[in-house]
């Protein structure tokens, strides 16, 4: 089995998507997407509404335009990373073993009793149904 295969199945310690996304560097330990209780299009919508004009330059329109536009692309390019499949399922892997596993790296034998139990069940209520259909 190659050390890349074992690590990814071996018990351990199971670290926090959060961290694990801050150890990468990616956006997000920097959220590109903030919410402010009042944002600059909001303050400028409302003094629009008031009737006093806008009298930025072109030169601060386009400037403006061109930071906005980045933060989009910045904004897409996260989700794009996030909504990746491997992404999706290097998350949901790491939830389930976190289920299972405790921090010390040991089995959590009452949750991996619960499921094996669910799992007779519902097999053994399988092969009921089929049984009872052949009569």
Do not use: C
Request: charged share 25%; aromatic share 2%; proline share 4%.
């Amino acid at each position: 089995m190659s050390a890349k295969k074992h690590a990814w199945t071996g018990p351990g310690a199971i670290e926090d998507a959060d961290q694990a996304e801050a150890r990468k560097g990616t956006a997000a330990a920097n959220p590109v997407l903030s919410l402010s209780p009042q944002s600059q299009a909001s303050m400028r919508r409302a003094a629009e509404s008031n009737g006093s004009a806008d009298h930025r330059s072109p030169a601060q329109i386009e400037a403006e335009i061109e930071y906005t536009r980045d933060r989009l692309a910045v904004t897409l390019d996260e989700l794009t990373e996030r909504l990746t499949p491997r992404a999706m399922m290097r998350r949901t892997n790491a939830k389930a073993r976190g289920a299972f596993v405790t921090p010390q790296g040991g089995v959590r034998k009452d949750r991996a009793a619960i499921v094996a139990g669910s799992f007779v069940t519902v097999v053994s209520g399988v092969v009921a149904l089929r049984l009872l259909r052949r009569r």
